[in-house]
């Protein structure tokens, strides 16, 4: 029976099988990993990573989509390599599974920022992340600084993890085609030694605050923070804006603003 795409779960199913067969040569699974697909949907990179994967995990919302493939994979076979999570991802307790762990998923674009997120949170228990993503939210997480891409996104990502995009997926892929170019990153927690960052919630309030006025200074921006002789102390010429500090800058402030 055919399914009809549904928007509001982001739908766009991968169809070109040699996309597909990049994408698992990229993440190359060895039998015994521990992976969670997010959205399934019609199984697309699901049975090819199922062939060379003793057990999966896939955690999916669509009721019609659930029982797909609880049809292929009786849930009530001990013995099922499929275990499927009939859950909301965003709401989904990644420490029910084992680590370390790998995350896959083509993502559903229009939660795409909240779902990064909520699996960042686990990043302790995580080996490797490989998603698709819009090409443009991509470019952000990647971006250096000073570059028109970076912004609060990428500083939130990339002082956990590291990142890379790995390729570009045209909307042809798909179907439906969406309406923007896609493309593949994977994301690899840092080694503890190398995270600068000790007060997160700190950190995301600071850079939110350098973020949040985007073309003001830091001078600015950051005046409930630092004074003028804060910023001599650290260094940090207060007359450049928040797109021109690094992530290793930002932990800078936080520390000190910590420590005082
Ligand atoms: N992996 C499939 C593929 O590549 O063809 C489907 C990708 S489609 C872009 C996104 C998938 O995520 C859909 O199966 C959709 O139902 C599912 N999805 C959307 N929102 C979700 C959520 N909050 N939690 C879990 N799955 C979700």
Known sequence: MSHKAKK?????????????????RCIQPKPADHMVEIGPGLGAMTRPLLQ?????H???IDRDLIARLESDYPQDNANTPLIIHAQDALQFNLTILPAPLRVVGNL???ISSPLLFHFAKYAERIQDMY????DEVVER???APSTPAYGRLSVMLQYRFSMEKLMDVPPE????????NSAIVRMTPLPPSEI??????????IVAAAFGQRRKTLRNTLKNYLTETDFEHLKIDAQQRAENLGVAEFARIAVFVKSV
């Open 52 to 56: 060379q994967l003793k057990k999966l």
């Open 141 to 143: 997480m990647v971006a």
């Open 196 to 205: 600068l960052v000790r007060d997160e919630t700190l950190f995301a309030q």
């Open 108 to 110: 559903p674009y229009n």
């Open 131 to 134: 998603f698709m993503l819009q």
């Open 173 to 180: 892929s798909f179907r439906p085609a969406p309406a923007v």
């Open 8 to 24: 509001r779960f982001g739908q766009n199913f991968l169809v070109d099988t040699r996309i597909i067969a990049d994408i698992v």
């Open 58 to 60: 896939v955690i999916e």
